[in-house]
């Protein structure tokens, strides 16, 4: 199967989620192999993921804790 | 006693939300707090799922000790789990409803942690709770929580890169400059891309924020996400790949900016 640049940039995620056929597949591997065009986008795809499970949340305030604290003491209480 | 008001969808079907199977239909609406099993699967813990089970055994060490009154495990399960939660709550029913879904969602969950049996990850049940009492909150509110998520825009013509950035024959004219020539190793961990990372996630439409935050911030498995979201396998890949694009491309215009 002949792949594009465009259509590739499409395949990326199915690809990655191992949902391509095999002629997908070898298509893919045939075009990033000598295109790196497209091999500089698939790694930019790859960082992008990558930075997106360091990121961080926001800290969780004392007041909320100690809330939060409170409600599981009264639930376990009634349970109880 | 205290006893939450549970879904009245959660009932019945409870159990045949775990299979995982593609063909599931897309609007499925999974059990708050009933077990991970499908239906007619044995309940016994040694019977199926050992691998499964393995993989949260850190999960049911945890809600052993929550059950068992640990103030430390309390500590660890919030700090863990708070910030996520409001994250898909703002997702889910906005600034308005978050901080409403995810009190509620701890209310369930502090009552519902002696039925949690490790078939899924802490998480992933915290988050389906979650996703439920969004929906509860939504009707409630007569607000619409953007459940609907195959209704996020024209998804399936959504290209994942500016078409004007190719020729008439698919090839680049327009195309991407390598980020490492231009910037230090290791610059995505940097902390300005977490915050520009965070600011286009929040303008990504629901449906991509979503699948986004729970696959990659979260990093729960496909599967799961698609259960925490009631969505098809197809569609949030669909989801996922466009999400992913526009913060490649939102990252690109960050870096080479000017
Ligand atoms: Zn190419």
Redesign the pocket.
Known sequence: MLV??CQ?TEMITDRKEGKLSSEQEEGCAR?LAW?D??RTYLRQMELTVDALRGIPGEPLHDEVRAALFAQFQRRKTAAD | MLRVSHDSSAGAGAGAAADGTAAAPARRVPAETGPLVAAGEPGGAASSAAPECAAHGDDIALVRRLLAGDERAFEQLVTQLHTPMLRLARTLAGPAGAQEVVQETWAAVFDGLVRFEGRSALKTWVFRILTNRARTWGTREKRTVPVAWQEDGEQGSEPAVDPARFDGTG??VNPPVPWTEQSPEGLLLRKEIGAVLQREIEALVPGQRAVVLLRDVEGCPSGEVCEILGISEANQRVLLHRGRSTLRTALERYLTRG
Do not use: F, G, I, V
């Open positions: 594009t640049c590739l075009h295109c065009r497209c | 090839d680049w």
